[in-house]
């Protein structure tokens, strides 16, 4: 038995049913195995399966609540610049905007985040349009979060929740 892993038989199913940890939605996930109940080494072919699509289950990590964007960034901002009244009123703007964006993409941890999703955020932010001016966001504005997302995801490494920084890319 897998840590994090289960592998199991529903009633009424023709199939191996798997629960794992997916380090991609940040969440424990119950989905069909695809191999039959009679199939020999059925069972494990899909202990094997839930292995490859938990990245080894452990390899990850459990899925900690703690590790969740939602948790940990605001309280962080709120403690780091206390005393940086307009930095803390601009960076919390900025986190709206990531915080969105992470939620469009089902981003919910920072070791999901990959350069290609930072680059797609400034293409995301650039195409938005401002509510008081009705004119686009501008390149300066979306890097001006990129900024704050490295910071962010600085402080995520120092905390372990991610492996590196892909705003350094």
Known sequence: IMQGITVYERKGRRTWYVIYDCPKRGRRVFESSGFALDEPNGKAKAYAYAREKSHSGTAHGAVNHHERWEVW???????????????????????????????????????????????????????????????????????????VLSRLMREAVRRGYAQGNPCLG
């Open 73 to 147: 960034v605001e309280p962080w901002l709120k403690l780091r610049y206390r005393n940086h009244e307009k930095t803390l009123s601009s960076y919390l703007g900025a986190w709206k905007q990531l915080s969105l964006f992470f939620h469009e993409r089902k981003l919910n941890l920072p070791r999901v985040l990959s350069y290609q999703d930072v680059v797609a955020f400034v293409l995301w932010r650039e195409s938005q349009v401002k509510k008081q001016s009705g004119r686009k966001v501008s390149r300066n504005t979306a890097l001006h979060n990129v900024k």
